[in-house]
């Protein structure tokens, strides 16, 4: 899903996601708790009210933001005590206080307090946080009660076969409406990445939705269906877009690279996204180098165009049971030519 | 009309100008030969088909930029010499390559070079530019022999009523498609833009556009109506927005000010466009203040707007002759509540 940290996919309108066949939008709860606040947004009726998306919205709880941009954070058994990016100010964020953010914020998915430790870390210390993050999560359950909104566990344990399954087992048994895989795609090995998630994924419940948070590049994202995973959220996407790298079926295409100065011709023939009926190569590095707002805006659609039918490509060839083909082909291509536009 | 000065009305799309109603919009030669280059725009078959916009298009003569930008210029009998701001290399623009720099670009209505001196300037420096402006408006006339552009000419004069006519009296006997009037809102007092304007105005043909440019703040643009003007060009909508301030027909808004921090209302409850409709101050003043790209969007959509809706008022008062009643009460309004939006 497209990620919308401050209630707007960044450079979108809810129209433009609409229009792209978006479903669904992550919107990040600390950010939102600092601005406008969490207050501002039930005022409006709730985050949908608020930037006007009737789709649906998964809410994260915070604790990823407070673990990457925070200048202090404190981790107790109760909570996490931190400092505002923002204004420096001081906050202490309970299990309990992220279910209550997250009902105001008024999402579809909510998601609870975890803890999630950096790389390296020893098996000790992954072991603590897991506990952490059961104790918590049973502290989730227990608080959410009749809450409206969905809520679904998450999993650590690092790149710790064992940690993964005792963590996995612990969270599932819970009775979330879904289940999150944290902590992977922060620095790790593929093959870390891959065996951690191989333990995970036998142990979540097929009928429930499983998600991998915080992935990924194309390859990545095919790599986790392969393995179960049914929903994915990454800045990737849009990101790379607003730094001029888009994302086709041909492999990587660098916007600025002067071989497309004079080329009239869309970015990728094939792909019928409306940036590539529209506009040449030569217009969108253009629009690249003069820093024009439009040359952003172009770009996301044009990334996330393809990352929606990427993800809808998926569905289809997992339903003609073509899954494993159309990951084959698409990993040969991507590694035949990681970036075929350069040249 | 609003200002597009690299191929893009700034964070605006061609689909919605169209949607504003807007008809035609300004493109900067100069901007254009700098970057991505008039060959490259001629490649695509023009500005139109370069930047998928299919209305009608005004390209300036690139003069008043060079006068505005340019660290070091040199004007002669023959041309300006000048040094892009870009890259620093060296250029010379003589009338006649300013009409070949707008056929490549293929816009609608040309405009050719001029001499535009600064503020203060002699009585003396004005007679000198205004003769100049006349010597390279006839070898415009002779270069564009078969053109299928529209080209205007341009009078001069400063803020001296007598070259103002002598200009006047100069272009307008060269069979130009329209005229316009340059040179002004340079940072001349109102009375004295005032009395220029009313001299150049009644030798203007009225039978032909007549185009004031670089004009202008709503009131300015009444005034100018007043006066008999029928196109103006301005930054101001598309800036301002930028900045977070808006016009409405209740005076100006500041987007930022604390007071809208909670405010789940419109801009303004009257308005009747896409971002009053749906967004409320609170979400505007939130984009705003994170940076949001799609801020700048919404608040240039609503600056549009009002403007494209304030022309469209102008011309049905004028119709049903109710325009002087219609300045008078605008006038009144805005006098009344400079910024009233601000408490």
Redesign the interface.
Known sequence: MPVGT???V????SQELHALGCGIILANSYHLSQ??GP??VR??GGIHK???WDGAILTDSGGFQIYSLSSFRKVDDDGVRFRSHVDGSYFFMTPESVVDLQQQLGSDIAMPLDECVGLPSEHAAVRLAVNKTYQWAKRTIAHKANSTQAHFGIIQGGIFPDLRRLSALQITELGFDGYAVGGLSVGESKADMQSALSVVSELMPPVKPRYLMGVGAPLDILEGVALGIDMFDCVLPTRTARNGLLFTWNGRYNVKNSSH??D?RPVDESCECPVCR???R??L???Y??K???G???LTIHNLYFYLDLMRKIRQTIASSMFSAFYREFKDRWDRRPCCFES
Chains 1, 2 share one sequence.
């Open positions: 401050l209630a707007t960044k450079a979108m309108s601005r406008p207050e501002i005022l409006h608020f930037m006007k100065k004079n009239t529209e506009y040449s030569a217009y590095r253009h629009l180098l003069t024009e707002i439009l952003a805006r172009l």
